[in-house]
Each structure stands twice: as C-alpha cells, then as structure tokens.
C-alpha cells in the first residue's frame, strides 16, 4: 500500500486506532493532517512532521478550519478517515436525552459535517476514499451501549448510503467495526485480569484483544487503491468475535 504523497485527513489521531493510523499513513507516504482536541498529544504528531489541527469535531466550522490547513498542503483531499468517536454510557433507562445527544453530536453529526466537506472536495478533484469507524456494536448486541452502538450503527448506515449517492464521482466511502482493541479508551477495563480472561475474549476464535495496529491496517487497505472495488463495505477487525 503506497499513499505517496497523497493528502489523509484523520480525526482522533492524538491517540488509540487514530494515532496508529497516521502513524502507519505517514510511513506509506501520505501527508497527514491530524485533527484532534487534545493539544499535548497532537504535538507529538507534530513533531513527526505532521499538519495538526486541534479541534472539537463537533465545532461547525470545523471543514472550514480544515480547508485552510490543507490548502498550503498544495494537492486535493485524497482520504478521509474519519476516526473520533466517543464510547462509553448505559443501558436505555439510564440513558438521558443530553446523553443520547451527546453520542450522535460526535460520533454522527461531526463525521457527517467532515464527511459532506470531504465529498465536496473529492467531487471537484475527481475521487477520493473515506473511512469511517463504527463498530461491532452496530451489528450486535451489547449491554449498557444504547446510544454508542444507535450511534454507531448510524455510521454504518451512512457509509452505504454515501457509498451509493457518490460512488459515480469516483468516491469510496467503506468503514471498519473493531471489536475490543486495546486503547486509552478501553484500557482501565482490559487491563484488569478479569477481563483478559473474560467471555469477550474467550469467545474471541483468535483469543486475544485487538490492537490499535489492527485496525489502521484494515482502515489503511479500504483507503488504498488495493481496494479499489470495494465500496459500501463495513469490514469488521475484532478477531473473529462478531462471527454468526
Ligand atoms: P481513544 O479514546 O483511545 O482515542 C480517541 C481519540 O479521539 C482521542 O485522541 C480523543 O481526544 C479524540 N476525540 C474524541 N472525541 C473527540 C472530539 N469530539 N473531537 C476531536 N477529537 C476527539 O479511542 P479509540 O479506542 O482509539 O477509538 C477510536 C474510534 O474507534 C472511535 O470512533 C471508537 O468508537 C471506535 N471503536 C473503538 C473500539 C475499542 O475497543 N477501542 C471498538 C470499536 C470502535
């Protein structure tokens, strides 16, 4: 796989699956900008060579922000990988209204708003690829997700859905389900022996848990040319664990 010079934009960088896949983005070649709101892990991006931009993805102007970094970077939006997401939260009756909101604002409304400037740019340069993080909770069930996995199953919805509106302006929108992968996010719980030794893991058919490396590598094939007939896909990277 080879992003020589291409142009990846990568939300949630700063750290877990986000900060993996620009790392391994970078070593093919691309020139990355790597949004995040976390200022102190962005620098260490920055300092790597990396464009950063430190940004709520949830902040409306946010593709206009984006616009203005990657126009001194001289070449057309090739990758969207569209990665920041927040987990977490309860079953439906403890679930508020704000939380609910609060899962759909950033792990939908906010890769929608990137995703529909993305499409924008990728249109006039002729094509382009996006992938977007869902979720093996989008497919299947899980206790005490009820507004990350509607959130996340929305993801996978909308990728289809982009995947077909856009396919003929030479765009492919596919997206990644991660079953549990070891990241800031997940660590407090995995770390723990009772969960290393888990059903999660024991049902897992390569009985481990994921790691961020994992999952860019997946997200980096759908990005490449490697892929290039596939569109609409939500591949899942969680060690068989989904499996019917
Ligand atoms: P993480 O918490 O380790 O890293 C997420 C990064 O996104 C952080 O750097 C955080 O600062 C940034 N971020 C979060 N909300 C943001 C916002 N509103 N604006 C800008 N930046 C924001 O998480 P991760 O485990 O690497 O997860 C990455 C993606 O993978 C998420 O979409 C998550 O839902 C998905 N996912 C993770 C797992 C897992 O087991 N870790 C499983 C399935 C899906």
């Not at 700063?14 to 970078?26: K, V």
């Not at 001289?74 to 209204?97: C, F, H, K, Q, Y």
């Not at 996995?149 to 859905?161: D, H, M, P, W, Y």
């Not at 961020?212 to 609409?232: K, M, N, Q, T, Y």
Request: with cysteine; hydrophobic share 45%.
């Amino acid at each position: 796989m080879n992003f020589d010079n291409k142009i990846a934009v990568i939300t949630g960088a700063a750290a877990g699956i986000g900060r993996a896949t620009a790392d391994l983005f970078a070593a093919r070649g691309a020139r990355i900008l790597a949004i995040d709101r976390d200022a102190d892990g962005l620098s260490a991006l920055a300092d790597r060579g990396m464009a950063t931009l430190c940004a709520d993805v949830t902040d409306s102007d946010l593709p206009e922000a984006v616009a203005g970094k990657i126009a001194p970077m001289g070449g057309p939006l090739s990758i969207l990988v569209n990665n920041a997401g927040i987990g977490g939260g309860g079953r439906m009756l403890e679930t508020s209204d704000d939380d609910l909101r609060r899962h759909f604002e950033v792990n939908v409304v906010g890769l929608f708003r990137l995703a529909r400037f993305a499409v924008g740019e990728m249109k006039a340069a002729g094509g382009g690829s996006i992938v977007n993080v869902a979720s093996i909770y989008a497919e299947v069930g899980a206790t005490g997700s009820a507004g990350y996995s509607a959130s996340k199953g929305a993801v996978a919805a909308l990728t289809r859905q982009m995947a077909t509106d856009y396919g003929h302006d030479g765009i492919r929108v596919n997206a990644v389900a991660p079953g549990l992968i070891e990241t800031p996010l997940t660590a407090e719980r995995i770390r723990t022996e009772a969960w290393r030794h888990s059903i999660f893991v024991k049902q897992c058919p390569l009985q481990r848990v994921g790691q961020p490396d994992d999952v860019a590598r997946a997200i980096a094939f759908l990005a490449s040319d490697e892929a290039e007939f596939i569109s609409g896909e939500t591949l899942r990277v969680d060690g068989g664990w989904a499996m019917g």
